[in-house]
């Protein structure tokens, strides 16, 4: 398998630390608001490679923290007279509705900045101690210019970052490329240390619940393109400082989603909402798999549509495989998949996702397999075959996320659809559509 690491900017092959395990852990939301549909993206790429990895048979050790603590969420709190936890926990909730929607795992870990105090107050002083930060007057910052691999991530050289530096209005760093771990503040919610009341820097949040959880440099760090700098690259160096390592083996980023070409931004408005989405969700999941996830992606309601019609395409075709097999009692269990056309089908499908998780190619076997599908359909039924069928759409479904539930019939419903058949087949029309709406009106066809 290769993925592209962003840190050495080339393909590499996948070795994870641990035989049989990946560890992974994605930026999570700031939590003062809805997500928006490029919001949704590294979710939905992300929760494809986890799932990509499961299917071959990996353990998947996954978090994604919450960073419920920000000036966004006190002018939020403030905005609503409530408290900040109010704020951060309504959309805490939205958030993993929205996910759920999207068909996306909400079963891994979940960390909040609020819940971590103790193991970020604890880093921030290591680095102290370490010589790679420094406190003045209750503020501490990361000394950048200790660290000669910085700007490795996002391409920037040290001595350009400087020279093209600001001065900025605050004289008491030692230089404009230091960053804050710690906050002197008194303005909601704060905690009392050694450094001065306040809170945590963002770009140390993310690295201290990472080497608490794990306790060692990751397999896999991700997140969008627009975090790479600065937010990566000082997680990045605060951990070569304390742990002599990048955090994670591999980088991967995602491009970024734009609406009708233009960025997205809560700021200004101009954003859709995962949960204001009017179409099955299911086809906005495949819209974002239709490009390779380190393209930038560009989302209007026409582009949506088309995809709204191929998934209800490929959700009829499936429905009427299963309808098939299950009305003749031939669903069957660990079905071996070895019919020589299904069995290209699935090594396309494996090159796809083995080649830097390659959705559109993925999906483009799975609309192979869906045409082989209906014309079998036309056909005498080839029960095998169609259960080997059935077993290879299950799999592609299940790894590109677009799973959904299938309830079998009970015996009253088979004889219901059988009299019908009978009743075409004899051409008792009047019978046939007596018992056609009777079917319709069950949700059978």
Not at 18 to 38: D, E, L
Request: hydrophobic letters at 35%; glycine letters at 4%.
């Amino acid at each position: 398998m290769k993925i592209f690491n962003s840190y050495t900017n080339q393909l590499e092959t996948f070795v994870p630390r641990h035989q049989g395990i990946v560890s992974m852990y994605v930026c999570g939301p700031t939590v003062y608001n809805y997500i928006h549909i490029g919001n949704a993206r590294p979710v939905v790429v992300f929760d494809t490679v986890r799932r990509y990895f499961e299917s071959q048979g990996m353990v998947v050790k996954f978090a994604s923290n919450f960073t419920d603590v920000d000036d966004k969420i006190i002018q939020k709190a403030k905005e609503e007279g409530v408290d900040e936890k109010t704020i951060s926990e309504k959309y805490i909730n939205a958030f993993l509705k929205d996910v759920a929607s999207l068909n996306s795992r909400t079963d891994y870990i979940k960390p909040k900045v609020t819940e971590y105090m103790p193991k970020i107050v604890d880093y921030i002083q290591g680095l102290i101690t370490i010589g790679y930060a420094y406190e003045i007057e209750g503020d501490v910052y990361f000394r950048v210019s200790k660290l000669k691999e910085y700007g490795q991530l996002s391409n920037r050289k040290l001595d350009d970052l400087i020279s093209g530096s600001r001065i900025e209005i605050n004289e008491k760093k030692e230089s404009p490329l230091d960053f804050t771990l710690w906050k002197k503040t008194e303005e909601g919610i704060h905690w009392h240390t050694n450094f001065s009341d306040g809170r945590p820097g963002w770009h140390t949040e993310c690295v201290a619940m990472i080497d608490d959880i794990f306790g060692e440099e990751i397999d896999i760090h991700g997140g969008g393109t627009d975090l790479m700098f600065p937010h990566h690259e000082n997680e990045i160096a605060q951990s070569l400082a304390k742990n002599h390592h990048t955090v994670a083996h591999y980088w991967m980023h995602n491009g970024r989603l734009n609406l009708e070409g233009e960025k997205m931004s809560k700021s200004t408005g101009n954003v859709v909402l995962v949960k204001d989405l009017n179409v099955n969700k299911l086809a906005y999941r495949m819209f974002l798999l239709s490009t390779q996830y380190r393209s930038p992606l560009n989302y209007s309601p026409e582009a949506l549509d088309v995809f709204d019609k191929e998934w209800q395409k490929v959700q009829k075709s499936v429905e009427q495989l299963y309808r098939l097999l299950d009305l003749n009692d031939q669903l069957k269990d660990n079905v071996v998949v070895n019919a020589s056309d299904l069995v290209d089908i699935n090594n396309y499908f494996i090159e796809s996702m083995e080649a830097d998780f390659n959705t559109p190619n993925a999906l483009t076997a799975l609309n192979q397999l869906m045409k082989a599908i209906n014309s079998k359909l036309r056909q005498k039924p080839d029960f095998e075959w169609l259960n080997q069928a059935y077993a290879l759409t299950s799999k592609f479904l299940f790894i590109l996320g677009l799973d959904f539930n299938l309830t079998k019939l009970s015996i009253e419903e088979k004889s219901l659809i059988k009299q019908w058949e009978q009743a075409r087949i004899n051409k008792d029309f009047e019978l046939a559509d007596q018992l056609r709406q009777l079917l319709v009106s069950k949700g059978l066809i």
